[in-house]
């Protein structure tokens, strides 16, 4: 990495390009090796992790957009950044194993006959784990099928694109301001210690400018010198590819995250950039590299500022929490506590706390969920999606 620094122009890269370096080198990234560790006994664990409801409510979302857009054939779901799979895996077995309600006829045997899983994931090593945990779902043909966003089909997407905990890796851009003007952090090696080093330049391109002019953040009135935060252009060119490639219907993006005003709030004044290593969070970004994520939140108002410059119409902006509830998480925690058995004591209340968890506005809870959608007709824009209704 170091020889890297020293011969790029000026011995020196954007902290965006050091991320992206770190974590998705096919050789040394975070991501891209075996380094990464996810789950309670990794470094960090996500919302699937905890339990297959996660995975199990969201289909029912899924199934829920499907019935609004009128059920087409096919319906294609596309995952982006899948982990090590197991949000496939649980909505796959979900939707194939789903018993039949009396009042929802054949409505999940119709959608599962419908549906297609596209995965889409630049890490190799998270591939082969996913690949490997989908093996009992290839009974199907053509069910899941792992492509790249340039092999999706020319005639565009029916259906879903959706994530979880993506977009917070996708590398940033970090500026601090000094004397009350922008600049960009670049990342240089120090020719003695062979370090990283941090230097404060001239933003390396007026993107970073015009993002801030674009949120109505004005760096010079309120924000002393010394003032951190990030931007995340790469968020910007991930939406607009999805839209793109959106023929109809929607994209739903879970990640932890802001409005604009909350992240480039003044008195956050060291950014919201952490590091995950051993569940232990810290903020530097330079120790232990290629072994340990890299995370910076979400700005949810460039997301949907950006979806409407491309197409996107929004549909819903919520807390996980209240989105899991509308899905029926309140009702697995009544169906959970209504157990008469005191053998069973322990289990209920390890699962009600599992349960509980991913409702916790102070963790999971607390994500971000964000809706939008396109080539709807009036009809489906006026329907309000299972998600997003209020109890």
């Known amino acids: 990495m170091a020889d890297h620094i020293q011969a790029a122009p000026q011995q020196q890269m954007t902290f965006a390009e050091f991320m992206e370096w770190v974590l998705y080198d096919p050789d040394q990234g975070y991501y891209a090796t075996n380094q990464v560790q996810i789950g309670v006994a990794g470094d960090f664990f996500t ?28 319906f294609t779901l596309v995952e982006m950044g899948a982990g090590q799979g197991l949000v496939a895996a649980d909505v796959l077995k979900y939707l194939a194993t789903r018993k039949q309600p009396a009042d929802l006829s054949d409505r999940y045997t119709d959608f599962w006959a419908a549906l297609q899983y596209i995965i889409v994931e630049k890490a190799e090593g998270l591939i082969a784990a996913q690949q490997q945990l989908l093996k009992p ?34 590398p940033v851009h970090a500026f601090v301001v000094q004397d009350g003007a922008l600049q960009e952090v670049f990342v240089t090696v120090d020719a003695a210690s062979r370090s990283f080093t941090e230097v404060i330049s001239t933003p390396s391109t007026d993107r970073l400018a015009e993002y801030l002019a674009w949120q109505d953040i004005d760096i010079g009135t309120g924000y002393g010198d010394g003032y951190r935060s990030e931007i995340n252009l790469a968020a910007l060119d991930w939406l607009e590819t999805v839209s793109q490639k959106l023929k109809r219907g929607y994209v739903l993006t879970i990640d932890y995250g802001y409005l604009a005003p909350q992240y480039y709030s003044p008195q956050r004044q060291q950014g919201t950039l952490q590091c ?31 979806g409407l410059a491309y197409g996107l119409t929004p549909v819903g902006y919520t807390q996980q929490g209240l989105f899991l ?32 968890s991913l409702i916790n506005p102070l963790g999971l809870g607390g994500f971000q969920v964000l809706i939008q959608s396109k080539g709807l007709n009036e009809q489906e824009q006026s329907q309000v999606l299972k998600g997003l209704q209020m109890p």
């Open 47 to 74: 919302s699937p992790h905890l339990c297959p409801d996660f995975g199990e409510l969201l289909a029912e979302q899924f199934l829920d957009m499907w019935v609004t857009m009128g059920q087409p054939t096919p």
């Open 276 to 306: 995950f290593r051993q569940h232990g969070a810290h903020q530097d970004p330079y120790a232990y590299l290629g072994a340990q994520d890299i995370t910076a939140h979400v700005n949810f108002s460039a997301l949907e500022k950006q």
């Open 325 to 356: 509830m509308a899905l029926g998480l309140g009702d697995r925690l009544v169906a959970n506590n209504n157990t008469s058995d005191i053998a069973q004591l322990n289990e209920v209340i390890r699962r009600r706390e599992t349960l509980q």
């Open 137 to 170: 779902f290839q009974f199907a043909p053509h069910k899941v099928q792992w492509m790249g966003f340039e092999q999706l089909p020319e005639t565009g997407i029916v259906g879903c694109f959706f994530s979880n905990e993506l977009v917070d890796a996708l």
